[in-house]
């Protein structure tokens, strides 16, 4: 186990800049403001920690990567930022999602106002649902864990044309399990930056998804005929219970921060380190670092008191009294709700 832990002025660096022009318009914060961003920088912050490596298998000593900053994320030419024209998330359901169209329809719906949430300014917007047989994507049956998975890469041509014209990104969101090639195990999602697209998959985050009596495995071997879909239809997808939930707005909005041009995050423990497995991903924070925080708000322009609250509102949210929306399913976001309560109170000047 390794904590990494970066000198003081290394991260005060990364979150402000070197940049003279930077360093004024960091300046533009409010004294509150500041004060969270740079909460960041205190050794034994009870809002940011340090990044703890726990084995080799975690994502950071796997994949060698340089540390994105403040600056290096403005200067970037090729990242994509929203403008007056493009300025809508728009979500693409591919496949069923939970045990009946009631609870697909209102899972999809939470998972969208979240995504509004955490890009505070941006519209989400659902596209209609679409059925795996009409992407045409290849598909297969898993070797090792013998579930039926989509073609990832091909998702996404689908997706290109899919895509709106006033769309910012559009990202395809399923409970069926992807490949990006023939030789790959799984992955869990793909995105094409440049083109502001990318599709992910929920699928493992169902917590028996490793076991022998996973639901989804196929009990018998069987011969797939390309362009058959039947194989399908009524196919297992997990439950929707508040871990799921959690995990999968992780994933979405972590996924969506890259398409911005954000890297994985090296600094500080963030939503946008990278992982490569549930528990590493388990372990990850449901929101941005500072300087993470930093490069989304220089992007999207939103208050960051307004974007908390926005956050705290979605978990606060009495259920509706209608009979045909169900309860949100929040427990797992209850340290979430805590934490970001802290951070309002540190940019309305009180102490907690």
């Not at 002025?9 to 022009?21: C, G, I, V």
């Not at 041009?261 to 929101?287: A, F, I, T, Y």
Request: charged share 20%.
């Amino acid at each position: 186990m390794e904590v990494i832990e970066h000198p003081v002025e290394k991260l005060r660096s990364a979150l402000r800049s070197t940049r003279n022009d930077l360093i004024q318009s960091y300046g533009q914060y409010s004294r509150e403001e500041r004060r969270l961003l740079e909460e960041g920088l205190l050794p034994g912050s009870p809002l940011f920690s340090p990044i703890t490596v726990h084995s080799d298998s975690d994502w950071i000593p796997s994949h060698p990567e340089s540390p994105q900053d403040f600056q290096s994320f403005y200067s970037n030419p090729y990242r994509s930022t929203p403008n007056n024209g493009h300025k809508t998330i728009y979500i693409q359901t591919i496949g069923s999602f939970g045990d009946g169209a009631g609870i697909s329809e209102q899972y999809v719906e939470w998972l969208r106002a979240y995504c509004q949430a955490f890009y505070y300014g941006l519209k989400v917007k659902l596209l209609p649902p679409v059925t795996v047989a009409s992407t045409g994507c290849s598909f297969r049956v898993n070797n090792n864990t013998h579930n039926l998975q989509l073609h990832a890469g091909e998702l996404l041509s689908f997706l290109k044309k899919k895509k709106p014209r006033d769309a910012f990104c559009i990202v395809g969101i399923t409970m069926i399990d992807l490949y990006p090639k023939d030789s790959w195990n799984f992955v869990f999602g793909q995105a094409s930056l440049t083109e502001g697209m990318g599709v992910f998959s929920f699928a493992r985050y169902d917590d028996d998804f490793y076991k022998r009596s996973y639901a989804g495995r196929l009990k018998k071997a069987i011969k797939l005929k390309p362009g058959d879909y039947s194989v399908f239809q009524g196919y297992y997808t997990p439950p929707i219970t508040s871990t799921l939930l959690f995990r999968s707005c992780k994933t979405l909005t972590h996924e969506i921060g890259h398409i911005f041009g954000v890297k994985h995050c090296l600094w500080l423990q963030c939503v946008m380190q990278g992982s490569n497995h549930l528990e590493e991903s388990d372990r990850r924070p449901p929101d941005v670092c500072p300087i993470c925080l930093r490069k989304l708000q220089s992007a999207i322009g939103f208050k960051i008191a307004d974007r908390y609250k926005a956050l705290l509102l979605w978990i606060e949210e009495a259920p509706s009294s209608s009979a045909q929306h169900l309860s949100k399913p929040t427990e797992a976001f209850q340290d979430f709700r805590h934490w970001l309560s802290k951070c309002r109170s540190i940019l309305e000047d009180e102490i907690f």
